[in-house]
């Protein structure tokens, strides 16, 4: 009988104490987070010694175009205005040719006139394509000076720009231009007068 009142003695404490533990379970709720599981929050930014504190998202400090597609401070250079004047040279251009004293046939006298009281030694003309070049040699008995200013005056009239070129030692270089069309003065004092070269590269329109 000893034996038997003690084992029943032990279910009844481990009952006992089953039943304490399921009270204190409902009546505790679940466990308490530790600290391992509790949630950190994120670092603030804060702004630090000499450093301002940034608000901006990246990429809004980079430089952006404009709507119109120009970047802020770009320079737009103004556009040269169109040439609406005539070309110097319209085809047909003449053949080529060369003459001894006097102006070879189809030579361009509106753009390399001779005066009158100017001899010719020797022209010539050479065509091809769309490109004419021409030349002719002459004495005159107006001085240097005086061929020079006569020819800046025919060339201001015509639109084309003169400026003075390098030219061989005793003798005076201009250079006349517009557009792709080019002509060269060079005259050189003689005895009685002067003696100048007119030679010209153009290209019909």
């Known amino acids: 009988m000893t034996r038997r009142r003690l084992l029943f003695t032990i279910l009844g404490v481990l009952a006992a104490a089953a039943l304490i533990t399921v009270v204190l379970v409902n009546l505790g709720g679940a466990p308490a987070a530790t600290p391992a599981t509790q949630a950190t929050p994120s670092p603030t930014p ?3 010694p000499g450093r301002e504190a940034r608000s901006d998202p990246p990429g809004d400090t ?22 609406n004047r005539p070309p110097l040279v319209q085809q047909p251009l003449p053949p080529s040719g060369s003459a001894q004293g006097e102006l070879v046939a189809g030579f361009p006298s509106d753009l390399l006139p001779i005066a ?4 010719v030694a020797r022209s010539s003309v050479t065509t091809e394509g769309n490109h004419m070049q021409a030349g002719v040699e002459a004495s005159s008995p107006r001085s240097a000076t005086d061929v020079i200013a006569y020819y800046q005056a025919t060339y201001a009239t015509l639109g084309l720009a003169a400026r003075e070129i390098e030219a061989v030692s005793g003798s005076t270089a201009y250079a006349f231009a517009r557009g792709d069309n ?5 005259v050189v004092p003689a005895t009685s007068g002067s003696t100048f070269t007119l030679f010209g590269a153009f290209r019909a329109g």
């Not at 404009?66 to 169109?82: F, V």
């Not at 009158?116 to 001899?119: K, L, P, Q, R, S």
């Open 182 to 186: 080019t002509i060269t003065l060079t």
């Open 62 to 83: 980079e430089t952006k175009a404009d709507t119109d597609g120009k970047i802020p401070g770009e320079t737009t250079l103004p556009r040269p205005p169109a040439d």
């Open 46 to 48: 804060t702004a630090g």
């Open 116 to 119: 009158t009281e100017d001899a």
